[in-house]
């Protein structure tokens, strides 16, 4: 079992930046893969960005390659999404996601575990 929190959503302007955390718990942590997905209102679930469990490699959504990386520190237990140069079509709600044997994946289908979600807004 993994549990994820994250933190560090809020309300910023076009072309700023912000750092969303994930924290995690549970023993199957180390085995698995994050990533970070969001959903806006009337949207299915997308991919924005995965990461491998030893945290050395990394895969992103083309709509956000470039402007945001995603890392993780396995002795904190913490995934940690950096968005630069936000736009107001990255308004959505932003869900960490774990899985054991599911890194490459980019359906929200494939993962097993999820946080509650914490929302971006990104104002014109």
């Known amino acids: 079992q993994v549990q994820l929190v994250e933190s560090g959503g809020g309300l910023v302007q076009a072309g700023g930046s912000l750092r969303l955390s994930c924290a995690a718990s549970g023993r199957t942590f180390s085995r698995a893969a994050t990533a970070w997905f969001r959903q806006a209102p009337g949207k299915e679930r997308e991919f924005v960005a995965g990461?491998?469990?030893?945290?050395?490699?990394?895969y992103f959504a083309d709509s956000v390659q470039a402007r945001f990386t995603i890392s993780r520190d396995n002795a904190k237990n913490t995934v940690y999404l950096q968005m630069n140069s936000l736009k107001p079509e990255d308004t959505a709600v932003y869900y960490c996601a774990a899985g054991v044997s599911v890194y490459g994946s980019r359906s929200f289908r494939s993962w097993d575990y999820w946080g509650q979600g914490t929302q971006v807004t990104v104002s014109s």
């Open positions: 990461v491998s469990a030893s945290g050395g490699n990394a």
